[in-house]
């Protein structure tokens, strides 16, 4: 059982994967001034790096280079085998809720994944090129994702349909909505663009010293960044301002996480040092740079992070119109204040009535 004694701890998994093809859990302890690590897990399941880590309620994913997707129940405290879908390396992980998993790799394909049975509802063919990033709405109605291809797209998942295209300058490697889904970042190299979700256009550009590795938004204003050095920065979004910088590690910092407390903050980063550290943050008009909560030496080359807890909110979705092709007419449908509630396996399901195109040339 999964049981904490004393009604304050947070019952709280860091978990995080490394270049040595191991992935890490540890247990938090969070009734204590100084937070301690205790480790929990090692799966070695992996024959490659691995590149990408997600977390919901039951189930912790970590994608490869070496193109699998492997399971870890939570509450069974099991290995569940592997996703094979992708023909490439893993490069992006995210749940929706505790019912849907998106995944992007090197083949261009985004695939949507039922939890239920670990079935892929929906192969898309999202990029010409690499998939290299995607991020969900809060909604669950609407993907962005980004690819080598120069272009940043945004899904209905409804139906699976490209609502619209952007063309963008560069390849951008990571994309973000914020917590309330008006408006979403994307990072090239060492930029980050922060898009109007009603204009789709760029409303400002925040540079950071070094190329971006990993950013999280703390709140719809803040946004972490940790890129190519050992110092995480703290950009409001808003104002296109850098407010507030630590110095997290010894060498770069690979990934930044987050998740909130009664009243405070806690940003958690990991690093190329071995060590994942947990950082206090209260989140006001002035930011003063963090404490640290407590720290664990993996002792292994880290590459990403997640924050795994036990119990998260039921999301709801509705369905936006299928037609909405421009940035304005899907910002309209989002904002439509009447939520329906349907299970998230008829979000996704293919329309079975239609036949399926066949495509040329016998590709898969």
């Not at 992996?46 to 912790?60: D, L, N």
């Not at 492997?70 to 069974?76: E, F, G, I, N, R």
């Not at 009603?198 to 540079?207: I, L, P």
């Not at 930044?256 to 040092?273: K, R």
Request: glycine share 6%; with cysteine; hydrophobic share 35%.
């Amino acid at each position: 059982s999964l049981a904490v004694a004393g009604s304050m701890a947070a019952v709280l998994e860091l978990i995080a994967g490394s270049y040595e093809q191991i992935a890490f859990g540890y247990r938090i302890k969070t009734d204590e001034t100084e937070w301690t690590a205790k480790a929990d897990f090692t799966h070695h399941a992996h024959t490659a790096s691995i590149s990408a880590v997600a977390a919901s309620e039951r189930f912790v994913v970590t994608g490869s280079k070496d193109e699998t997707i492997q399971l870890y129940d939570m509450k069974k405290r099991t290995e569940h085998g592997a996703l094979l879908h992708h023909d490439g390396s893993i490069t992006c992980l995210e749940f929706y809720g505790s019912s849907n998993l998106l995944s992007g790799a090197e083949d261009g394909l985004l695939c949507v994944w039922s939890t239920k049975k670990w079935e892929c509802l929906k192969s898309i063919k999202a990029h010409k090129g690499h998939v290299t990033s995607l991020s969900i709405h809060p909604s669950g109605k609407l993907a962005l994702s980004v690819g080598t291809d120069k272009t940043l797209r945004t899904w209905n998942l409804i139906n699976g349909r490209s609502a619209f295209i952007k063309n963008i300058k560069q390849n951008a490697h990571i994309v973000k909505w914020s917590p309330d889904g008006d408006k979403y970042v994307a990072v090239a190299n060492d930029t980050m663009s922060i898009y109007n979700l009603e204009t789709a256009s760029v409303t400002g550009t925040v540079t950071n010293p070094k190329r971006i590795s990993s950013i999280k938004f703390l709140s719809n204003s803040i946004v972490a960044v940790a890129g190519d050095d050992e110092i995480v920065r703290l950009c409001d979004i808003e104002t296109q301002k850098w407010v507030c910088e630590f110095k997290a590690h010894e060498t770069r910092v690979k990934a930044v996480d987050s998740f909130h407390m009664e009243d405070y903050c806690v940003v958690v980063t990991a690093s190329n040092d071995g060590f994942i550290k947990m950082w206090k943050l209260h989140l006001k008009e002035e930011l003063e740079p963090p404490t640290l909560l407590g720290e664990v030496n993996t002792t292994a080359r880290l590459t990403c992070l997640a924050v795994w807890k036990p119990s998260s909110v039921q999301q709801t979705a509705e369905e936006p119109a299928a037609e909405a092709t421009t940035s304005e007419e899907v910002a309209r449908e989002l904002s439509k204040t009447k939520r329906v509630r349907i299970s998230a396996e008829e979000v996704v399901l293919e329309d079975e009535s239609k036949p399926k195109k066949k495509k040329k040339g016998g590709g898969k």
